[in-house]
Structures are given as C-alpha cells and as structure tokens.
C-alpha cells in the first residue's frame, strides 16, 4: 500500500466524487477525518457518516485529497488555498491512480486499467474507423490518452450546457419526441425546453431516484403545456428490482448494498408504442443494459441516439459495437463537456444529418 494509508485523510468537496471516494476508502478499510466544502448550505450536514465543514487548519499533517473531476485551474487554486491554510500534502484524486488497490470498486473511471484497454486496443481503433468526423477522432485520442498516460489531458471540449444537444451533427426538428433515460432533476431537460421553446412534440422523463421527482414536476409544471411525462422507474434489458444509493443529492448509482429500491423495465416493455425520435441515456453505468432493453424501439424507430460513455473503460466501444449491431446505418460522433468524465457517444440516423449549409452555422 502507499502512504494514503498511514495518513490521517481529509477529502475536499462534499459532492459525488468526494462521497465515491469516501466509500472507496471504507472498502479498503480505510476512513477519511472530515469532508471539507466552501458550499454554505452544505456546512454542518453529514456525508457518508463525516461532517462537513469549512476549510480550515486541523492538522497540517493531513493528507488532503481534492475530489473534483478536473485538474487544472480549479484544482490549482484549491491547492493554493490549501497551502496558505498550512497544509504539505495536497494530491488530486487523479494523483492517487496508480494505487490499483484502492480503486477495484470503482464506479467512475479514477484509476483506469491500463490492462485492459491495452487488451482492446483493436476495438477502439475499430471505433476510429467508423467516427464521422475529425472532432471525434480529436475527442478518440484524449480518451486514450487519459486512459494510459496522462490525467491531465485536454479535451476538445463544448459547454456544458450543450450535453446531449450537438446541434452541430445532427438536425433540430419542431416535432421532437424526447425519451430522456436518467432524468436527475431536469437539468436536461430544462436545456432542451429552452433550446426548443414549445416546438416540440413530447418529452418523458424517466427517474428512478424518487428524491429528484420534485424538481421534475416542478419543471413539468413550469412549462405545463401538457407535453412533459415523469415516471417513476428504473430501466434495464429486463423486469427486475434494483437497489440504488444516493450520493450527495448529486448521483444515484445501482449497487447491491444501496439504501433505496426501484422497480426496472425494458424500455420495450414501457413505451406502450409512443414515438421516440431522440433517445438520451445517462444512468451511471446501466447504460448497456438500457440499450439492450430498447433493441426494438431502436431497430423500428432508428432516433437519434445520445449516451454517456464515461462510466466505464470499455463503454466507448461496446455501446458503439451495440447500437451498430441493431443499426447498422447509423452515422457515429464523439464530443466533450468537459473531459473524459462527460464524454457522450452520439448515434444518428443518415437522415437526421446536419446538412453542409447548416453545418456552417456551428462551425
């Protein structure tokens, strides 16, 4: 083991990542001291059984590992506070990836196996040859990179704002049908709403994390143009129940252990036919088997198609090898929203393409 286990550990930010991080600890049965967050509105709460506080000098001899999905300027500046406040040892969770042992549970890629993307290297470069355009191939080689050599890789990168929404690939159309697969708390949806006014024909939201409905209906009631569905389920390739936990209000991931339960259907089965003409996915790693459970939606309907890819090493490849072994038709892209961690995988439809003239639009 490395040092990180003899050191008194403290994590720096309360959210997802730090909350991951600190039940990777406790699997390997280590702990962290205390959560620190500037938040104030999260100040005094409890995460994973840790208070959480303001930066401040408890010990200077902590380890303090900074729990963000980004290095660069952010984590520079966190850093440098850290130090100021007194503290020597400062590390990225990033830093800590060559500690293989620390990461076998890992439900985001921290510390990718090398192994085996080395292993299925052919398979990514089968990916290459069938990415539509040269940005793909850019965004291709940076996941590479962060996967075998360097954390600190730039992407080619959108705004975040535009997950989901490359309206630089694919056409915009007035009569959308929307199946948004992980609807958090609407976040996407809002973005869409905004983007499409009231041009669009019909949006489900599919949440199984009863803790974000709120915002949802909120959302829905907002607009209340009778066009917006919620449902209340998770999504698999068949009729199961899955156990799920919450982390920090800003994740739900199935795990076997998770506090919460919800009732999963193949999206087949839930549609009752409706009509889909964009398909999003984003359920922290169910992806695959969400996929699997919408084969026929996908075969009759051919939506375009978008699909977080960053849960796994070997998401990339096998739900582009998926999506092209029940069309094989579609027209593949990569893009960023930030690095390899909002990475999304777009499928779409030869008639669907953004025309030569609109593309300069968005160039």
Not at 154 to 170: G, K, S, T
Not at 253 to 282: H, N, W
Not at 329 to 343: K, V
């Amino acid at each position: 083991m490395c040092k990180i286990a003899e050191d008194k550990i403290i994590i720096y930010g309360a959210g997802c990542c730090g909350a991951l991080f600190a039940e990777l600890l406790l699997k390997s049965g280590l702990h962290a001291e205390v959560f620190f967050d500037k938040s104030p509105a999260k100040e005094g709460k409890r995460l994973m059984g840790l208070q959480i506080q303001q930066p401040a000098l408890l010990d200077a001899e902590s380890l303090v590992v900074v729990c963000i999905l980004k290095k660069g300027k952010l984590y520079e500046e966190i850093a440098q506070n850290l130090r100021q406040l007194g503290y020597k040892k400062i590390l990225h969770i990033y830093d800590l990836r060559e500690e293989a042992w620390l990461f076998q549970e890992q439900s985001l890629v921290f510390a990718p196996h090398k192994e085996q993307v080395q292993e299925n290297l052919f398979r990514y470069e089968n990916l290459r040859k069938h990415l539509s355009d040269e940005l793909s191939c850019r965004v291709l080689d940076s996941i590479l990179r962060f996967l075998l050599e360097d954390a600190d890789v730039e992407f080619p990168a959108f705004e975040i704002e535009e997950q989901y929404f490359a309206y630089d690939i694919y056409q915009k159309i007035e009569n959308e049908s929307v199946i948004d697969c992980g609807a958090f708390r609407g976040d996407v949806m809002r973005i869409f709403l905004k983007k499409n006014k009231n041009l669009f024909a019909h949006y489900l939201a599919i949440e199984p994390d009863a803790a974000y409905l709120p915002f949802l209906q909120s959302t829905a009631k907002e607009y209340d143009n009778g066009k917006i569905e919620i449902k209340n389920c998770a999504l698999s390739d068949k009729q199961e129940t899955l156990r799920m936990r919450n982390y920090a209000q800003e994740d739900s991931i199935v795990c076997e252990d998770g506090e919460t339960q919800a009732e999963a259907y193949p999206l087949d089965d839930l549609l009752e036919g409706r009509s889909c003409t964009f398909l999003k996915i984003d359920v922290e790693g169910y992806d695959k088997k969400v996929i699997q459970g919408a084969r026929r939606l996908i075969y009759e309907q051919k939506p375009v198609i978008a699909v977080a890819a960053y849960h796994h090493e070997a998401d990339f490849y096998e739900i582009f090898e998926l999506l092209q072994s029940i069309y094989s038709n579609y027209h593949f892209y990569l893009r960023s929203y930030m690095n390899f961690q909002e990475t999304i995988i777009y499928a779409v439809p030869p008639w669907r393409l953004i025309k030569e003239e609109e593309h300069e639009i968005y160039k």
